[in-house]
T-cell receptor, first 116, second 112 residues
Framework: DADVTQTPRNRITKTGKRIMLECSQT?????MYWYRQDPGLGLRLIYY???????NKGEISDGYSVSRQAQAKFSLSLESAIPNQTALYFC???????????????FGPGTRLTVL | AQSVTQPDIHITVSEGASLELRCNYS??????LFWYVQSPGQGLQLLLK??????LVQGIKGFEAEFKRSQSSFNLRKPSVHWSDAAEYFC??????????FGKGTTLSVSS
């Protein structure tokens, strides 16, 4: 079974709709992240959380919100989706206490979101 | 501000030929550096990482990367490319206490 799972894997929605993307992990990591990927722009950080009580904005948080329901779950919401939020969204997890102390991030398979 | 630059957007290499993907970073302290690969329709897989010590790092799938502090570079290499290596490659630097900063990626095509 995958260590980091994302649901749904694909979603098509309309402008103005509220959308929630979910991420779950079985790696036992405290840190979780949401990124979006756009062609030619690489991955950009939306939000990150270092533990259940910690939420931080990333580079491009406008139009998004997050909820850390438990150590293993981190959800990303688009309150009112717009077409330029069409992108591939990735969740990632890390552990700063990993064997090498490098806080390596491990990624989920991604959610492809299309906003019409 | 920290940044990562991958100068090549797209590279085509013949199968069996050697490969080098370039990555330059801007970071004040000694960085943690990563290379990830994204196959078509897939998520990101960690190829290798550098955090300290030996500047030549070995990774999975026959890849290696060399950290050169004087050039602020962390180039990815493979001596002989296989068709299955066709993918998008991302270089990233760990910004202490926050999250990864990614380059914009290099797409590798492999010709027969």
């Amino acid at each position: 079974d995958a260590d980091v799972t994302q649901t749904p894997r694909n979603r098509i929605t309309k402008t103005g709709k509220r959308i929630m993307l979910e991420c779950s992990q079985t790696k036992g990591h405290d840190r979780m992240y949401w990124y979006r990927q756009d062609p030619g722009l690489g991955l950009r950080l939306i939000y990150y959380s270092f533990d259940v009580k910690d939420i931080n904005k990333g580079e491009i948080s406008d139009g998004y919100s997050v909820s850390r329901q438990a150590q293993a779950k981190f959800s990303l919401s688009l309150e009112s989706a717009i077409p330029n939020q069409t992108a591939l969204y990735f969740c990632a997890t890390s552990d700063p206490r990993d064997r090498l102390g490098t806080d390596t991030q491990y990624f989920g398979p991604g959610t492809r979101l299309t906003v019409l | 501000a920290q940044s990562v630059t991958q100068p090549d957007i797209h590279i085509t290499v013949s199968e069996g030929a050697s490969l080098e993907l370039r990555c330059n970073y801007s970071y004040g302290a000694t960085p943690y550096l990563f290379w990830y690969v994204q196959s078509p329709g897939q998520g990101l897989q960690l190829l290798l990482k550098y955090f300290s010590g030996d500047t030549l790092v070995q990774g999975i799938k026959g890849f290696e990367a060399e950290f050169k502090r004087s050039q602020s570079s962390f180039n990815l290499r493979k001596p002989s490319v296989h068709w299955s290596d066709a993918a998008e490659y991302f270089c990233a630097v760990n910004q202490a206490g926050t999250a990864l900063i990614f380059g914009k990626g290099t797409t590798l095509s492999v010709s027969s």
